[in-house]
């Protein structure tokens, strides 16, 4: 079992920053994949970015590149994901998820999930 806690969200200007984390407990975190999705209010859940266990490798939704960055330490148990250049349109609960097997952008093959932390953006 791994034990997912967000962290960071709030309420920003269009334009703003936040930076989200992701603590995890439980088994070896280094040897998971770990996610970003979001959710806004009566749509699904989508990917927003992926990091490998070793960090090594990321992926981005289109959305979301060359404004959002992934990264983890490992040491802290612990994956980070720094919002740039925020968007009203990036308001959703953001949820992070974990899975030995796959960083894929499918929320329903993940097999951990933290409970989310709300992202609002102010226009």
């Known amino acids: 079992q791994v034990q997912l806690v967000e962290s960071g969200g709030g309420l920003v200007q269009t334009g703003g920053s936040l930076s989200l984390s992701c603590a995890a407990s ?3 975190f280094s040897n998971y994949y770990v996610s970003w999705f979001r959710q806004a209010p009566g749509k699904e859940r989508i990917f927003v970015a992926a990091i490998t266990w070793s960090g090594g490798s990321t992926n981005y939704a289109d959305s979301v ?3 959002f960055t992934i990264s983890r330490d490992n040491a802290k148990n612990t994956v980070y994901l720094q919002m740039n250049s925020l968007k009203p349109e990036d308001t959703a609960v953001y949820y992070c998820a974990a899975d030995r097997n796959t960083w894929s952008t499918r929320a329903d ?3 951990y999930w933290g409970q989310g932390t709300q992202v609002t953006v102010s226009s």
Request: hydrophobic share 10%.
């Open 65 to 67: 590149k060359r404004r």
């Open 26 to 28: 439980g088994r070896t």
């Open 109 to 111: 093959v993940y097999d």
